[in-house]
């Protein structure tokens, strides 16, 4: 069982920047391929950026330039750094874990963390 705790929300001004961190426990994190994604009040939840365990990054447009996900292997933790935040960057922001196995993928969530983005 993987377990992810995500922390680094909060509030910020427009233009700001915020550094989220998910740590994970045990000495399985190097297998999973690892994403943020966020959700917004009345939306569906979005991918924001993710990494695969070879350090390969996908970054969703709206962000890119402005997002950065990053991990290290030997704190078993995944990193979203995230400047110039927009109003419309405010939402729920998820840590995510993810293996493709032969008989299914396998998916973990962490709890969430608040960014909101106003003046």
């Known amino acids: 069982q993987v377990q992810l705790v995500e922390s680094g929300g909060g509030l910020v001004q427009p233009g700001g920047s915020l550094r989220l961190s998910c740590a994970t426990n045990g000495n399985i994190f190097s297998l999973y391929d690892m994403g943020w994604y966020r959700q ?53 922001y998820y840590c995510n874990a993810h293996r493709s196995l032969i008989l299914g993928d396998l998916d973990y969530w962490g709890q969430g963390t608040q960014v909101t983005v106003s003046s």
Do not use: H, W
């Open 40 to 92: 917004a009040p009345g939306k569906q939840r979005e991918l924001v950026a993710r990494i695969s365990t070879d350090g390969i990054t996908n970054t969703e447009d709206s962000v890119k330039g402005r997002f950065t996900i990053s991990r290290d292997d030997r704190k078993n933790t995944v990193y979203l750094q995230m400047t110039i935040l927009k109003p419309e960057d405010t939402a729920v």
